[in-house]
């Protein structure tokens, strides 16, 4: 039996074997000059680090809907696409949801 095959991209990758699939992904929403957006990231690096969860940070500021839908919540996090928490980020609660 002859399976097709993409010379390009191995039908398995090690990656695959390797890497384990990140527990969740948090988004953490902020915009420059925020004193409790920076409190947050430190908070949520943290939590994400400890956990194995995928973090991203969105900088407002770059999109019309998102600073016009959160300017006065930032920061806002979302976990796995969700919203979950804003303004002041309680670090014991985000590290039980990513748990």
Known sequence: MSLPRNPQK????????????PAHHVTLLTKDGCHLCADARTVVRAAC????????????????????????????VFVDGVPWDQLRIDERRLRDVLS
């Open 49 to 76: 680090q400890d956990t194995g969860s995928e973090f991203s940070e969105v900088d407002i500021t770059t999109d019309a809907a998102l600073l016009r839908d959160y300017a006065n919540f930032i920061p806002v």
């Open 10 to 21: 191995p039908l398995l990758s090690a990656e695959n074997w390797t890497t384990a699939a």
